[in-house]
């Protein structure tokens, strides 16, 4: 049986993996977890032991398919029980990763099927973090970019953020940029400003490195015409 903490880095170093790929350096995972490096090569050697991670001097490691499993299996815990807590006990979206933090390890595989099941299955957290199914299938790789890597003009939309900032993510909130937002970049100071302007909220000004935390697609202005066509479409039809 692993411990809460052998679970933790791996899926530590499959979040890593996700935006950065493999191999992971022993001070990406010491930064992310907030560990010295020589606790984190201690840890790395027992997860190697386990054959969880293979390991290459001087450059880092990469999951097993076992170790890739126990990682997908804690964030499936994870993120469900973000979106437990956020949809059905009231908690605001920059509570629920310390709270699901604390219960991830300790669920039983009947409950996670019935807070799934309770949820209608959702495919992403609060946060539009992807969920992973319950037969555990690798999640896609991450095509999109940060909001910080697009210039002045562009319009995206909002399809994550990180949730590991609880007041970045009141910050977020109080902006009006949650997933689904759709965003115009109207500035980008030299200074480290990046100021966008919602629908609904206007212009909102968020320092680079939140907005560097924020993961956007560009929008798909043909396909928005054409929905927006087909609803005036049906609504000239139901007058």
């Given at each position: 049986m692993l411990?809460?903490?052998m679970e933790d880095y791996l899926k530590a170093i499959y979040q890593i993996q996700a935006t950065s790929g493999p191999p992971v350096s022993t001070s990406a995972i010491a930064e992310y977890l907030g560990k010295t490096p020589p606790t984190v090569t201690s840890m790395l050697g027992k997860l190697e032991e386990r054959g969880l991670?293979?390991?290459?001097?001087?450059?880092?490691?990469?999951?097993?398919?076992?170790?890739?499993?126990?990682?997908l299996?804690?964030?499936?815990?994870?993120?469900?029980l973000e979106a437990y807590l956020a949809e059905h006990?009231?908690?605001?979206?920059?509570e629920v990763h310390d709270e699901a933090d604390a219960l991830e390890h300790h669920i039983?595989?009947?409950?996670?099927?019935?807070v799934a099941e309770a949820l209608g299955n959702p495919t992403v957290d609060p946060h539009g973090d992807?969920?992973?199914?319950a037969d555990l299938t690798p999640l896609e790789y991450d095509d999109t970019e940060t909001l910080s890597d697009h210039p002045v003009g562009d319009h995206v939309i909002v399809t994550r953020v990180s949730d590991r900032d609880e007041e970045e993510l009141e910050y977020l909130a109080d902006a009006g940029?949650?997933?689904?937002?759709?965003?115009?970049?109207v500035d980008v100071a030299p200074f480290g400003m990046v100021t966008v302007r919602t629908e609904d909220d206007g212009e909102q000004s968020l320092p680079e490195s939140v907005a560097a935390s924020i993961r956007v697609k560009p929008v798909d202005e043909d396909a928005d015409g054409a929905n927006d066509e087909a609803s005036g479409e049906n609504g000239e039809a139901s007058t």
């Open positions: 411990s809460d903490v991670v293979n390991r290459e001097k001087y450059k880092g490691v990469e999951l097993t398919e076992e170790g890739e499993t126990v990682a299996e804690v964030l499936r815990h994870h993120r469900l006990l009231d908690y605001s979206w920059s039983s595989e009947e409950f996670e099927r019935r992807p969920i992973p199914s940029v949650t997933p689904g937002t759709k965003l115009e970049v």
